[in-house]
Every structure is written in structure tokens, then in C-alpha cells.
Nanobody, 122 residues
Framework: QVQVKESGGGLVQPGESLRLSCAAS??????????LAWYRQTPGKERELVASITSTWQTSYVDSAKGRFTITRDDDKNLALLMMNGLEPEDTGVYYCNVDVQWDAFMSRDYWGQGTQVTVSS
């Protein structure tokens, strides 16, 4: 069983910053957390991958986030962090965390959180 909890969203003005946190509570033994990722969803649109980080710290970003957002992880605390600088109104949406758990040598499964709202508006 895995619980994924996002936090850190809010209402900010254009140009300001937010740091999103994703805490994964894993019940049971597992090998490691694989990919950790942040997605964004806005009304009428599909959920979009914003940033991801592998277990070896390779990162990738959607083009609109490059140079402004930074994803990191803390494997001691099972955290995924997303630092968002220079926020724009287009960054508005519900941000969801996705955590992929490697349970054993043969099985992995990903889990979603409930999301945190980010609103960028003047």
C-alpha cells in the first residue's frame, strides 16, 4: 500500500515562486522508488507531464518548464520536490505527483496523489 500526498500549492502572482512537495508513504518492503514525476491538469485538457526524475537523478521537463522549474528527490524521506520559479498564468492547474515503486525484482507499480492546486494570477 502506498499513499502519495502533495502539498505546497497556492495562489501566487506572476513572477513569484512555489515549491511543491510530494511525500510517498510506502507500507511494506520495497526495493526503491523509480521514476518520480509531476503532472499538471487544467479543465478540458489531458493531464500533462511537467517534470520527472529517475532513480539515477536524470531529469526531464516539458518545454514550457525548462529553465524555470527544478525537480529533485530525497530518497531518505521518499520525497519528490518541484521548485517553480518565474510562474506564469499558463502554469495554473492541479499538480499531481506520480510515484513508481519497485516492489521486487519483477514488479513495479505507480501511484497517484490527490493533487494540489496552483493558481497564478494578478
Amino acid at each position: 500500500q502506498v499513499q502519495v500526498k502533495e502539498s505546497g500549492g497556492g495562489l501566487v502572482q506572476p513572477g513569484e515562486s512555489l515549491r511543491l512537495s510530494c511525500a510517498a508513504s510506502v507500507f511494506g518492503s520495497f526495493i526503491r522508488l523509480n521514476n518520480l514525476a509531476w503532472y499538471r491538469q487544467t479543465p478540458g485538457k489531458e493531464r500533462e507531464l511537467v517534470a520527472s526524475i529517475t532513480s539515477t537523478w536524470q531529469t526531464s521537463y516539458v518545454d514550457s518548464a525548462k529553465g524555470r522549474f527544478t525537480i529533485t528527490r530525497d530518497d531518505d524521506k521518499n520525497l519528490a520536490l518541484l521548485m517553480m520559479n518565474g510562474l506564469e498564468p499558463e502554469d495554473t492547474g492541479v499538480y499531481y505527483c506520480n510515484v513508481d515503486v519497485q516492489w521486487d525484482a519483477f514488479m513495479s507499480r505507480d501511484y497517484w496523489g490527490q493533487g494540489t492546486q496552483v493558481t497564478v494570477s494578478s
